[in-house]
């Protein structure tokens, strides 16, 4: 089995576009996404009609597909996160609302191997930003390989033993190989597609490759002028628009 796995698109159809055409190329059977469909970008609709015809295999909600469904509030959202949650809320129609409104909580078992969640498998909204946080996610998980997002932040945590923790990220390499070791726990995050935050704009996405027993983390350049036009004449905060070229 083959899963193409998509994080954080963020309302971005152009790094979707270009996530969906390159990961066609490298062959995957079925498609699981981490959360966070939309929130922040100019194409909330087009995304989740996108996603929706993929026919996920695995699919979590994100904090931001709960805030645009109206079915969280925006209270520890900062404020640009809050005008993009509200100008989605308007946007969408209301079956793509009940579309998010309807999406799982995670963290949800895949099959014997990988798990998915947003945040972390202990809570869908926690932040793995710190070794104490991954250590917690790792002793919670359940699979092998448990694959998150909401750091927008590609990365790989395991354990070596003692409590101790080994963590690597791609560190701008147009391909990361994660390889799956019998009796380890893993957390990988494939980084986010549509509002990546590590320094490098171009898309982020992951294959994992149950087969050889490989998670590789791939990265796609797509035209992010065309992306942060829409979000200008949409009005929504022009912080969005500029940040996608820095990649942060
Ligand atoms: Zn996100």
């Known amino acids: 089995m083959r899963y193409l796995v998509l994080s954080d698109i963020h309302s971005n159809l152009e790094a979707l576009e270009a996530v969906l055409q390159a990961a066609d190329a ?114 919670a998980s359940r699979r092998p390989v448990c694959l998150f997002g909401h750091t927008h932040v590609p990365l790989c945590a395991r354990f070596l033993g003692q409590g101790r923790l080994q963590v690597d990220t791609p560190k701008g390499l147009p391909e990361f190989e994660v390889v799956v070791q019998e009796g380890q726990k893993q957390l990988i995050n494939p980084g986010s597609v549509g509002q990546p935050r590590d320094g490098d704009a171009r898309a982020s996405y992951a294959i994992a490759d149950l087969e050889i027993g490989r998670v590789l983390i791939y990265r796609v350049a797509y035209p992010v002028r065309e992306a942060q036009a829409k979000i200008l004449s949409a009005g929504l905060p022009s912080m969005l628009a500029h940040r996608l070229a820095m990649g942060r």
């Open 26 to 139: 490298r062959k995957h059977d079925q498609v699981l996404v981490l959360g966070d469909l939309v929130g922040y970008g100019a194409d909330p609709n087009a995304v989740i009609e996108r996603v929706r015809a993929l026919e996920p295999a695995g699919i979590v909600r994100g904090n931001h597909d709960k805030a645009a469904a109206g079915i969280d509030d925006t209270g520890d959202f900062n404020e640009v996160a809050r005008a993009a949650a509200e100008w989605t809320l308007r946007e969408l129609t209301p079956a793509y609302r009940q579309y998010l409104a309807g999406l799982p909580a995670g963290p949800a078992l895949v099959d014997d191997v990988i798990e998915i969640c947003h945040g972390s498998p202990r809570d869908e909204d926690t932040y793995i930003f710190s070794d104490t946080e991954a250590i917690r996610a790792l002793r």
